[in-house]
């Protein structure tokens, strides 16, 4: 573990455990958690013998809370100083929610043209956009992510337990496996970070349109979504992500949620070997 200092001056926090001269496989964290979100995924990864790495976006978890920069661009230059940090190569690049977004960006404007990528995942991810545009007429209205603001502004710490035992787990479902510890650590990695990234990160992960990253990307890429997401609702993100990448393999879960690398990690995680691995 240690500190990577950006062109701007941000200390990025990264976790980089494993044989050195192993395949990499980096882990990117959704809004407004940390790498600690990964443990389910890094660990299973290291047992296979990977290299496993993971870093705090600027202003989350342990990384800096620096007043600027909270916008997918400045995302996927942190990414970037990472990665260039550790010089990694032929790396497998997993992306969750807004970490799609960051997996997006990082891979088309940085990974593939310095031949750092072998391949990349997005789970769940927020691409091309989720805000509706006349470009993407099915997106979520202005109204839905100015709610979020308002809640998060108004109280961020009963927000953020709303969210994890809501929406994010699917445990607002009839009959949902509500698991307490997994609400408790979500809350415990939002409430590390900083109020303003959070705040200044919903609209990065919603309003950024990320359709020529997505062209950009050629390596090949896999696509996994919830058909019960109710953060980012898969018909307007996996479906169409699959659609504009050049080469897509999508898969849609019957029934999970957006946070189902977590909850159905032993679903998931096979999935995500054999694509590495094929």
Do not use: C
């Amino acid at each position: 573990m240690g500190y990577v200092t950006t062109k701007d001056g941000a200390e990025i926090f990264f976790k980089d455990w494993g044989p050195k001269d192993a395949q990499p496989i980096v882990f990117h964290h959704g809004w407004p958690l940390s790498s600690d979100d990964w443990d389910a995924q890094m660990l299973f990864f290291l047992d296979k013998g990977y290299r496993v790495v993971a870093h705090d976006r600027r202003g989350h978890g342990r990384s800096e809370q620096v007043s600027d920069g909270h916008d997918m661009a400045h995302y996927a230059a942190d990414a970037a100083a990472v990665m260039e940090h550790l010089d990694l190569r032929n790396a497998v690049h997993i992306g969750h929610s807004t970490g799609g977004g960051e997996v997006a960006a990082y891979v088309a404007r940085y990974g593939i043209p310095q031949d750092r990528v072998a391949k990349a995942v997005l789970v769940s991810a927020v691409p091309p956009i989720m805000l509706k545009t006349e470009r993407y007429p099915g997106g979520l209205p202005i109204e839905v992510f100015n709610g979020l603001r308002a809640g998060l502004a108004a109280n961020r710490a009963q927000f953020f337990r709303d969210v994890a035992a809501g929406p994010f787990y699917g445990f607002n479902r009839e009959g949902a496996d509500v698991k307490q510890a997994v609400i408790d650590n979500w809350w415990r990695q939002g409430m590390m970070g900083s109020a303003k990234a959070h705040y200044e990160g919903i609209k990065a992960f919603s309003e950024t349109d990320q359709t020529d990253d997505l062209k950009a990307i050629t390596v090949p890429t896999l696509v996994l979504h919830g058909d019960d997401d109710q953060v980012v609702p898969y018909k307007n993100a996996g479906v169409l992500q699959a659609e504009i990448l050049p080469n897509a393999t999508l898969k849609i879960y019957q029934g999970l949620s957006h946070g189902m690398l977590t909850v159905n990690a032993e679903t998931i995680n096979p999935d995500l070997l054999a694509f590495v691995q094929g």
